[in-house]
């Protein structure tokens, strides 16, 4: 009876460790389909400010171009697999949207757009329950939660590997 207990209680810590592990892999970022995409952050910025540029091409090794009428030209860099940059919005910017365009060496293109406001730009919404601009993302809550469960699992097979090895050395030759 006792082996079993003890072997369920390694079964159960195994399965919880192997389920926090499947929710980390569930909350991580998705992965990009194609090689070719250009993105601004943020979406939606006001005039006079900074948007950052993240791009992909066939070749992340070499530098690309991105244009817009909203803050001009710029030249994305390789950074960690992928080209990365920065532009300025001119506080004469009018409100509009805008295209965003990605020309990679090879000349392949492609865009996306860039939404300038004029005036002051809340920098949250109202904190209005679960989901509300005030909270965590649901990615970065997913995360958290699969290192908690990492983490409790971890300790309950140390805990379970403990038992079973303090267990075997006291009660030998005892018979239950």
Known sequence: MMCWRRRSSALLALFVMIAGVGGMLLAAAPAWAADLFVEVDPSTVQAGGQVNIRASCNDNMLPATVESAAFG??????????????????????????RVRLTCPDGRTTTTRLNVVAGAMPSRGPAAGFGGAGGQSPGSL???????????????????????????????????
């Open 73 to 98: 030209t710029v030249t994305v860099q390789p950074q960690n697999g992928v080209l990365m940059g920065a532009a300025m919005v001119p506080a004469t910017t009018r409100s509009d949207n805008y």
């Open 142 to 176: 997913l995360l958290t939660g699969g290192l908690a469960t990492v983490v409790a699992g971890t300790v309950l097979g140390i805990s379970a590997y403990r038992r079973r090895a303090a267990g075997g050395t006291a009660g030998a030759g005892v018979r239950h």
